[in-house]
């Protein structure tokens, strides 16, 4: 990995944006922390990214802070309050909106992850007709994994209902969750993967390396969450017909 940064600036405008713009979707729709932890959570928030493949299908949430008052992010306020639902009418019309801004977001990032790309040099090395047939072969698994996921969990399972209170009966098994675990994280890596090597960019394989940790982390950040979620569902009482 350290031969990648001979190829990359660092400090370049459009490489320092394309981080942010990875960093900044978890924080946005789910990372939670006390204001204490701020400085000391810097390099985590560089970790995390993306529309979370389902809150109820990933879940891991690393441990939140026990300090002075919790910074609420979108959907972590939205379950505490539901102050979206009641502003949209319904949690379904709010998880429309909070899922069509995290897809604009992501956008955005691949937007900056191109760019970063173009603005740097390429490696010849990897300039070459097997690697680009590489590049393709990620590019279409990773597709398959992504659009299968959505498919498998609908929008509101994709983009955070969970939180919403839009609670699936039961955990979704079927392709390509049994197969793989966080499937539209991984698929979402393999992308950005072959999109780097049919570019020859060491600066896309770093950037891919970046969004893979951030994925790491916000699988982190979500299972302790939404196994909470589920928890008290199982928990009520079941009403009789």
């Known amino acids: 990995m ?20 990875i960093a900044f979707n978890p924080l946005y729709w789910n990372v939670r922390m006390g204001s ?5 959570a810097g390099l985590e928030l560089l970790a ?4 979370p493949a389902s809150a109820s299908q990933s879940a891991k949430i690393t441990y939140v802070s026990h300090y002075a008052g919790p910074l609420l992010t979108v959907a972590r306020w939205e379950h505490r309050t539901r102050k979206l639902s009641r502003a949209f009418g319904s949690p379904h019309l ?35 007709p097997a690697a680009y047939s590489l590049g393709l072969v990620l590019l279409g698994v990773g597709s398959v994994f992504v659009l299968s996921s ?23 098994t079927t392709f390509p969750f049994n197969i793989l675990d966080n499937p539209m994280y991984w698929g979402s890596t393999a992308n950005y ?9 060491p600066t896309g394989l770093l950037l891919t390396a ?32």
């Not at 204490?36 to 000391?40: E, G």
């Not at 959505?150 to 979704?172: C, H, M, N, P």
């Open 193 to 201: 993967l072959g999109w780097a090597i049919m570019h020859a960019s």
């Open 48 to 51: 995390s990214s993306d529309p």
């Open 2 to 21: 350290t031969w990648l940064l001979g190829y990359v600036d660092p400090l370049d405008s459009s490489f320092v944006a394309a981080v942010l713009a």
């Open 94 to 128: 709010a998880c429309y909106a909070l899922g069509g801004s995290i897809l604009l977001l992501n956008l955005l990032r691949s937007h900056c992850f191109s760019q970063a790309m173009l603005r740097q040099p390429s490696v010849e090395g990897l300039d070459q």
């Open 210 to 241: 970046v969004v893979a940790l951030t994925y790491v982390v916000a699988v982190l950040y979500e299972e302790p969450f939404t196994t909470e979620i589920y928890r008290q569902k199982a928990s009520r009482p079941r009403r009789r017909s």
């Open 36 to 40: 204490c932890y701020l400085a000391q």
């Open 150 to 172: 959505f498919f498998a969990l609908g929008f509101t399972g994709t983009f955070l209902g969970d939180y919403f209170g839009i609670l699936k009966e039961a955990r979704v």
